[in-house]
C-alpha cells in the first residue's frame, strides 16, 4: 500500500509541477478602477494651477498617463484642437534663493519664455495642470480620456477626467483681502491721528505685457499727486526705530520702478506677486506729506494723509492701480 502511495504521490506532484512551470506568472496590477477624488475639478482661468493626482486603486506603480481626447461636455464634440494651442509662458531655468537673488534682473535671469499649452494633464500623476495662457480658452467643462500603461500593461478610461474652466478675477484686491484706509496723522506727533472716509480703489488689467504695475494717487477733485516731485513718499512705522523703519510699499517688493509727475511704476517678473507678504498682509502704504494736501476739517498743513489699499496679482500683465481720497485735495 505504501509503494501505491508513493507513486500516486509523485504523480500528483509531477502534475502540479507541469502545470505551474506552463503558466506565465501575471506581473503587476492595473485597476479597472482607478479614479479622481475630485470630479470635477475647478481650474482659474489664467493662474497657477496644478490638482489634485489620480488614485490607482492599488495599480502598480509607476504609471504613464496620456490623454486620448478632450471633449467639450455641452455637446460632447472633441476639442482636442484647443489644448493643443501654445501660448507665451514664463518658466524658471533654475533655483532661486531668496536669501541672495532679490533684484528683479536677478529673478530674470532665472527665467525664460517658452510655448506651451494652457492645460495639460501631467504623465506621472494624471495631475490637471494649468498655467496663464488658460486665460485666452473658453470657459466651460470638459472632459478627457486617459490611456494608463504600467508594467501590467494598457488600459483606456473613456472620459475619466472632468474639469471646469472658471471665469475669475486676475488679481485680489477690495475686499477678498483687505480694504482702503485714510488716516490723518499730525506733523511731529505720529500717535494722534484722525481717520478719514473711505478712499475709492479701482484696478484695471490693460494690456498682455508689460509685467507692470502703475499706481495713481488722487485727490478729490481727480487731481493725481507727483510722485516725481516727492508728493508720495514711504510711511514710516510707528515706535520708537522700528524694524523696519518704513510700513511695505510696492517699492520692497521690487527694486525696478520709476516715478512719472502723475503715477508710480512698479515691475514686476513673475507671479503672483507680490510672491510673499512682508507683514500686515498684502497692504500697499504710502504717504502723503502734509504741505501737499489740505484735508477736509483739518487745519491745512497740519496733518499728512496716510493711505492703504491690498493687491496681489496672479495673471502677468499690465494693471493700473487708483485710489482717490473723496475728503482731501492736492496743494501743488
Same mark, same amino acid.
Given at each position: 500500500m505504501k509503494k501505491i &502511495? =508513493?507513486?500516486? $504521490? !509523485?504523480?500528483?506532484l509531477a502534475f502540479i509541477i507541469t502545470t505551474y512551470s506552463c503558466k506565465?506568472?501575471?506581473i503587476g496590477f492595473? $485597476?479597472? =478602477?482607478?479614479? =479622481?477624488?475630485?470630479?470635477p475639478i475647478y481650474v482659474p482661468k489664467g493662474r497657477t494651477f496644478l490638482g489634485s493626482a489620480l488614485n490607482p486603486d492599488g495599480s502598480s506603480m509607476p504609471f504613464t498617463a496620456t490623454v486620448v481626447h478632450y471633449y467639450n461636455k455641452a455637446n460632447g464634440q472633441i476639442v482636442d484642437s484647443l489644448f493643443s494651442?501654445? &501660448?507665451?509662458?514664463?518658466?524658471?531655468?533654475? *533655483?532661486?534663493?531668496?536669501?541672495?537673488?532679490?533684484? &528683479?534682473q536677478q529673478i530674470v535671469s532665472f527665467l525664460k519664455t517658452e510655448s506651451l499649452p494652457a492645460v495639460t494633464i501631467l504623465p506621472n $500623476?494624471?495631475?490637471?495642470?494649468?498655467? !496663464? #495662457?488658460? /486665460?485666452? /480658452?473658453?470657459? #466651460?467643462? =470638459?472632459?478627457?480620456?486617459l490611456k494608463i500603461t504600467n508594467e501590467a500593461g494598457t488600459k483606456i478610461?473613456?472620459? @475619466?477626467?472632468? &474639469?471646469?474652466l472658471v471665469d475669475t478675477t486676475n488679481f485680489d484686491a477690495v475686499p477678498a483681502i483687505g480694504s482702503t484706509s485714510e488716516t490723518r496723522i499730525l506733523v511731529g506727533n505720529e500717535s494722534k491721528s484722525s481717520v478719514g472716509k473711505l478712499p /475709492?480703489? %479701482?484696478?484695471?488689467?490693460? !494690456?498682455?505685457?508689460?509685467?507692470?504695475? %502703475?499706481v495713481v494717487y488722487k485727490d478729490k477733485n481727480g487731481t493725481p499727486w507727483n510722485p516725481q516731485a516727492g508728493e508720495v513718499v514711504s510711511r514710516p512705522a510707528a515706535g520708537l526705530n522700528p524694524i523696519p523703519p518704513y510700513l511695505q510699499s510696492l517699492q520692497e517688493y521690487t527694486s525696478s520702478y520709476y516715478y512719472t509727475p502723475t503715477s508710480s511704476v512698479f515691475r514686476f517678473p513673475l507671479v503672483p506677486f507680490p510672491l510673499n507678504t512682508l507683514g500686515n498682509a498684502f497692504n500697499i502704504y504710502q504717504r502723503i506729506p502734509a504741505?501737499?494736501?489740505?484735508?477736509?476739517?483739518?487745519? !491745512?498743513?497740519? *496733518? %499728512?494723509?496716510? /493711505?492703504?489699499?491690498?493687491?496681489? @496679482?496672479?495673471?502677468?500683465g499690465s494693471y493700473l492701480v487708483v485710489e482717490q481720497s473723496v475728503d482731501a485735495t492736492r496743494v501743488p
Open positions: &502511495f =508513493y507513486l500516486y $504521490s !509523485a504523480i500528483i506565465k506568472s501575471t492595473l $485597476s479597472p =478602477y482607478v479614479h =479622481y477624488e475630485q470630479n494651442k501654445k &501660448f507665451p509662458v514664463q518658466i524658471f531655468t533654475g *533655483y532661486i534663493d531668496p536669501t541672495k537673488d532679490t533684484t &528683479f $500623476s494624471g495631475q490637471v495642470s494649468a498655467n !496663464a #495662457g488658460a /486665460l485666452y /480658452l473658453p470657459a #466651460g467643462e =470638459y472632459q478627457y480620456d478610461y473613456p472620459k @475619466i477626467g472632468d &474639469f471646469i /475709492l480703489l %479701482t484696478v484695471t488689467r490693460v !494690456a498682455d505685457t508689460p509685467n507692470i504695475i %502703475t504741505k501737499y494736501v489740505n484735508n477736509d476739517g483739518l487745519p !491745512a498743513g497740519a *496733518y %499728512t494723509l496716510n /493711505l492703504r489699499f491690498p493687491i496681489r @496679482i496672479y495673471v502677468p
